[in-house]
Structure formats: structure tokens, C-alpha cells
């Protein structure tokens, strides 16, 4: 079993939040800190669908791109370019996830579960991704009866 994770909740209303990455796991990321009210860019030379309200810069990460991040998420297919992120991220002392490598995460993206005016998060160990998704699942039709 992996070490236990403290739930945080913080309100990211304006706040810059950087997604490294435009394929499917970035971008459900970022529609993710966009619907929790965060200003997010994405950096990637291209974008596997469009996500409403991001800004996209259309190339590579560049070492200097997570300046003014509150938080940051490396989802690269490219583990070099995941990894130096992270780097940057600790140097400038953000909260940093990296989508390949739980080891260097200093935060944990939960399963998100909302229902009227209550928001839940779920996060695993990450020994079984599936029973995350499982008890999420139900968490989520309890909150869909309130």
C-alpha cells in the first residue's frame, strides 16, 4: 500500500494552472481545473480535441513556461519532457502532477464526484485504478439522488 494522501481542497478561481500535454489525459485535466474555476494553459503543438475556456500555446514545453503557475500537471507522451517539468515545478515550489510517475506528484488528481452544493474526492493508493473508478462510481449515484 502506498502512502496515505491528506484530501486538500482549494479554491482555484483565477488561479494559472499549466497542463504540459494536449492527448486525452491533459485534457481531461484541464477541464477539469477550468470547471473548478481555474485560468488554464495548455502546451502542446497539438490538442487531441478542443476543451472550451483554455488557452492553447501550439508548440513544446519550454523550460520558463510554469513561471506564475499556481499548479502544474505534466501529461506529456514524452517522459524527458514530463520529468523537466517537475523539475521546474519544485524549483519554483508549485504543486506539480505528473500523470506518468506518481513518485514525483506532489499532488493527486482524485476522482471527482459532485452533487448538490458537495464535492467529493477519491484517490487511491494506486495499486488498483479500477476500484477507484468503481467506488467513484457509486459515490457519484448516491450524490445524483440528493
Known amino acids: 500500500m502506498g502512502n496515505k494522501r491528506f484530501p ?4 482555484l478561481t483565477g488561479r494559472t494552472a499549466v497542463v504540459i500535454g494536449g492527448g486525452t489525459v491533459g485534457l481531461r485535466r484541464a ?3 477550468r470547471r473548478f474555476g481555474a485560468a488554464v494553459t495548455v502546451i502542446s503543438p497539438v490538442l487531441a480535441h478542443d476543451v472550451e475556456g483554455i488557452r492553447h500555446i501550439a508548440r513544446g514545453y519550454e523550460p520558463g513556461d510554469l513561471s506564475g503557475a499556481y499548479l502544474a500537471v505534466a501529461a506529456s507522451s514524452d517522459p524527458a519532457v514530463n ?7 519544485r524549483q519554483l515550489g508549485i504543486f506539480f502532477n505528473r500523470s506518468d510517475c506518481r513518485e514525483e506528484c506532489g499532488f493527486f488528481f482524485p476522482a471527482i ?4 452544493g458537495v464535492v467529493a474526492g477519491l484517490a487511491g493508493d494506486g495499486s488498483d485504478h479500477g ?4 467506488i467513484a462510481g457509486e459515490i457519484r449515484k448516491i450524490l445524483e439522488k440528493q
Open 8 to 11: 486538500l481542497f482549494v479554491d
Open 31 to 33: 477541464a477539469v481545473l
Open 83 to 89: 520529468a523537466a517539468a517537475g523539475r521546474e515545478a
Open 113 to 116: 464526484c459532485e452533487g448538490e
Open 131 to 134: 476500484k477507484t473508478a468503481r
